[in-house]
């Protein structure tokens, strides 16, 4: 499955928790808060001033391996 912009992160990581170190790599370092799991990708990206595109596309590299 592929990730998108208007996905929530709680989703994301729940199918694949190996995607948590993107995450935590744009300074998202509270990947286990309720908010922030219940944000989408792009209202994250958003808030730590992150291309939300950049991060899709390195995550969905990461799944495809």
Known sequence: M???KD????DILDMDRT???????????CLGCPSA???TLEQACAVHGVDADEL???INAHLEK
């Open 56 to 58: 899709v596309e390195k």
């Open 19 to 29: 995607t948590a170190p993107y995450f935590l790599e744009m300074g998202m370092h």
């Open 7 to 10: 996905m929530i992160i709680g």
């Open 37 to 39: 799991r219940g944000e």
């Open 2 to 4: 592929a990730i998108t």
